[in-house]
């Protein structure tokens, strides 16, 4: 059974971090292109950042580069998104996503639709 399960979300400060984790199972991260995505209320659900694990490259949106990094641990089967400099248009539920990367298009990566596993999203909030 695939799964994913995101966790780390928090209330933070504006200027502060988190580090958000995404733990996979039911396939491993090689092959797979793993998405993180908010979704603030009454907004659509957009992509911030992306790792596809056989090319080893990583994307971000605009709004949180030289903020927020991608990485993973495939040994931990885990995908992490940290985030520094926090803003409060940060604030929403972060979910993380998998799709195997014979499917991925780089020119997709943003849009929701791309991914076929989502996990149940974990809650940022920034606000002082």
């Known amino acids: 059974q695939v799964q994913l399960v995101e966790s780390g979300g928090g209330l933070e400060q504006p200027g502060g971090s988190l580090r958000l984790s995404c733990v996979v199972s039911?396939?491993?991260?090689?092959?797979?292109?793993i998405g993180w995505f908010r979704q603030a209320p009454g907004k659509e659900r957009k992509g911030v950042s992306c790792?596809?694990?056989?090319?080893?490259?990583?994307g971000y949106a605009d709004s949180v580069k030289g903020r927020f990094t991608i990485s993973t641990d495939s040994a931990k089967s885990t995908v992490y998104l940290q985030m520094s400099g926090l803003k409060t248009e940060d604030t929403g539920v972060y979910y993380c996503?998998?799709?195997?990367?014979?499917?991925?298009?780089?020119?997709?990566?943003?849009?929701?639709?791309?991914?076929?596993?989502w996990g149940q999203g974990t809650q940022v909030t920034v606000s002082s």
């Open positions: 996503a998998a799709v195997q990367a014979v499917h991925f298009r780089w020119n997709d990566w943003n849009d929701a639709a791309t991914y076929t596993f």
């Open positions: 039911g396939f491993t991260l090689d092959d797979y292109v």
């Open positions: 790792f596809n694990s056989r090319e080893i490259t990583e």
